[in-house]
């Protein structure tokens, strides 16, 4: 208990001083979803219908790949590490505080994304708010696993920053949310589904209609969370 107690106050001091994590997950997704959500509703009025899921799956998907990553980097390839290994604190605990922490930042920005659309842009809310928020919170969970293999894996500040957006973009180009999926060649339609932003766009408009798209998001966590397993147990040899 005092090691938790040890770490999670760590945690927060490290949260304090580097911003940015909260910039990615609150500034950056806000001000891009009250500039581009104007743009999108007067340009298309049905974007009205699904103005919230998209902006949502924009917001965490980039809160988690552009500011989990740098996080982890920093506990993991630093003298934070020894700070961890010298008060007994066990390795994977950094890990575990960084998602959490970026778990709750994620949910709250999209809980003000869900309340602030309809009064900014007069966008339609989604039917069944529960099975919404849940689809919301295992879409999280993914994108945080997909974040945390970055994180562990690349040990260097600028690569982990290119890696991470190497996956943003195309994550984000492909999902849907930017135009329909439709109008994309089909490979770069089959290239989307191997990230997790297009079967969460999927999954939150159709909340759980169709379970395939909540089988696949599950799919990734599982395998992410393996892939996670392993590179913490390497860390700690």
């Not at 500034?27 to 699904?50: E, N, R, W, Y």
Request: include cysteine; proline fraction near 5%.
């Amino acid at each position: 208990m005092k090691a938790f107690f040890y770490g999670a106050a760590l945690q927060w001091k490290l949260d304090i001083r580097n911003k940015t994590l909260l910039l990615n997950c609150y500034l950056i997704p806000l001000v891009f979803f009250a500039i581009m959500g104007g743009i999108f509703t007067s340009v298309m009025p049905q974007a009205k219908d699904t103005l919230i899921q998209s902006m949502t799956i924009f917001g965490v998907t980039m809160g988690a790949l552009i500011g989990v990553p740098p996080s982890l980097v920093e506990i993991y390839s630093s003298d934070v590490k020894k700070v961890y290994q010298a008060n007994g604190v066990p390795l994977w605990f950094g890990f575990v505080l960084v998602n959490l922490s970026a778990f709750v930042h994620l949910f709250m920005m999209s809980i003000i994304l869900y309340f602030v659309a309809p009064r900014m842009f007069d966008v339609v809310l989604p039917k069944q708010p529960g099975v919404y928020f849940l689809c919301l919170a295992v879409f999280i969970l993914v994108s945080l696993s997909v974040a945390g293999m970055i994180g562990l894996a690349v040990k260097d500040q600028t690569k982990t920053s290119m890696v991470s957006i190497l996956i943003f973009l195309p994550s984000i180009m492909l999902s849907g949310i930017m135009f329909p999926v439709a109008l994309l060649p089909k490979a770069f339609e089959h290239a989307g589904k191997i990230f997790p932003a297009t079967w969460g766009y999927k999954l939150m408009i159709e909340n759980i209609q169709h379970r395939q798209d909540l089988f696949a998001l599950l799919l990734i966590l599982a395998i992410a969370s393996v892939l996670c397993a392993v590179l913490l147990r390497k860390i700690s040899r």
